[in-house]
């Protein structure tokens, strides 16, 4: 594999890592608050991330490549509020899907064709993901502060598999 590529490559699983940590202090915030559906869904969105991490390590070691794992930095953990954390996870979502580009633009200027078809999945799944977050996001600022609303958003996260 391609150095370049493969340096590309664990920097994504790295960056999956980050996030799952990030999804991880998210659920802590909303476990402090006593909204524990909240802090489900962001629980199933950190393994989510996590299985996206054994993707990437999985493909890097089936190429015949080397993983890297980098010292992940500690995640905010102090949001203002509910539309504040979730307009995180929605930006952090916005953001992983223009690294995944990245990656695939880099494949196809080194025409690695096997990759370019590994990352499909990716492009795939950061639609639902980004779809996921603006949802959670519009729903978040359109409760506000009505606590009546908040818990029965609550209720609702509680049911995510």
Do not use: C
Request: aromatic share 12%; net charge negative; no cysteine.
């Amino acid at each position: 594999m391609n150095e370049e590529v493969l340096k590309a490559l664990n920097k994504q699983l790295n960056q999956e890592l980050q996030n799952a940590y990030l999804y991880l202090s998210m659920a802590a915030f909303f476990d402090e608050k006593s909204l524990a559906g909240f802090s489900h869904y962001f629980k199933v969105q950190a393994k989510e991330e996590l299985e996206h991490a054994m993707r990437f390590y999985e493909y890097i070691i089936d190429r015949g490549g080397v993983i890297e794992l980098y010292d992940i930095p500690a995640p905010s953990k102090k949001w203002g509020g509910i539309v504040e954390a979730v307009q995180e996870f929605y930006d952090a979502e916005v953001r992983n899907t223009a690294r995944i580009w990245e990656l695939v633009d880099l494949v196809r200027k080194r025409e690695d064709k096997a990759t370019e078809a590994f990352l499909q999945w990716f492009i795939n799944e950061q639609v639902e993901e980004e779809k996921n977050a603006s949802d959670l996001l519009a729903k978040v600022k359109l409760v506000g502060d009505n606590i009546a609303g908040i818990l029965a958003l609550d209720r609702m996260l509680a049911e995510r598999k």
